[in-house]
């Protein structure tokens, strides 16, 4: 692993169904957060953590859950998905905010 | 309410010159990134700029007016590679990144 891994790379998915969407990072990064994109709205944040053990909400969170068991691993729970719910979806990690952030390769979620 | 504001899309001439543009309100300012995106791709960082003035970096250079809440992208010697969506993005108070909703740059032969 080098960076940070996002899982599946797409998927499509029932409504009503659950899911979750895997990250993974190696990088040791305190901060991890999950960023939806859609064509003209840019990226929205759903929940973000500060540090293992840690989350907060973002702009969109609704329909979204998160957890943040160790440093690593920061997955993203759709529990009963809805077709609003069609985006892309990036993870991302930053060492601090004047860094930057790194960001996975994207999931391409679709619900039918 | 926080604000980003980017033109949505850019066209441009291989070989030329190009300046994107990234206007903010948002509440606390730590400095201001600029990132690349391919269609079908995750973002990848351009530049960061905290004080005022012009950062350069080979190709591509950034700069930053704090007062004016403004910064620009300049593009020079366009490749056809550089056809990409660029987005603006502020670090605010909390230290989390606002996102602007990206400038799409077409580049023509």
């Known amino acids: 692993i080098a960076g940070i891994t996002q899982a599946p790379t797409s998927q499509i998915l029932a409504a009503g169904r659950r899911m979750t969407l895997r990250c993974t990072q190696d990088?040791?990064?305190?901060?991890m957060y999950w960023y939806r994109q859609d064509l003209g709205l840019g990226l929205r944040l759903i929940h973000y953590?500060?540090?293992?053990?840690?989350?907060g909400k973002g702009e969109v969170p609704d329909g979204y859950s998160v957890s943040r068991a160790n440093t690593d691993d920061f997955p993203l729970t759709l529990a009963s998905a809805v077709p609003s719910q069609t985006s892309v979806y990036f993870c991302?990690?930053?060492?601090?905010?004047?860094?930057?952030?790194?960001f996975g390769s994207g999931t391409r979620l679709t619900v039918v | 309410g926080q604000n980003i504001d980017q033109p949505t899309e850019m066209t441009a001439t291989e070989g030329a010159i190009v300046q994107i543009n990234c206007t903010y309100q948002?509440?606390?300012?730590?400095?201001l990134f600029w990132y690349q995106q391919h269609a079908g791709e995750a973002p990848t960082f351009l530049s960061y700029?905290?004080l005022d003035g012009l950062e350069e970096k080979g190709r591509f250079s950034s700069f930053l007016s704090r007062s004016k809440g403004y910064s620009y992208l300049l593009l020079k010697e366009l490749q056809m590679k550089d056809s990409a969506s660029y987005l603006c993005?502020?670090?605010?108070?909390?230290?989390?990144?606002?996102w602007g909703a990206g400038t799409k740059l077409i580049i023509k032969p």
């Open positions: 948002t509440s606390g300012f730590n400095g």
């Open positions: 991302a990690s930053s060492e601090s905010g004047e860094a930057g952030y790194t």
């Open positions: 953590s500060n540090t293992a053990g840690t989350t």
């Open positions: 993005a502020v670090l605010d108070s909390n230290y989390q990144l606002i």
């Open positions: 700029n905290v």
């Open positions: 990088m040791r990064h305190n901060a």
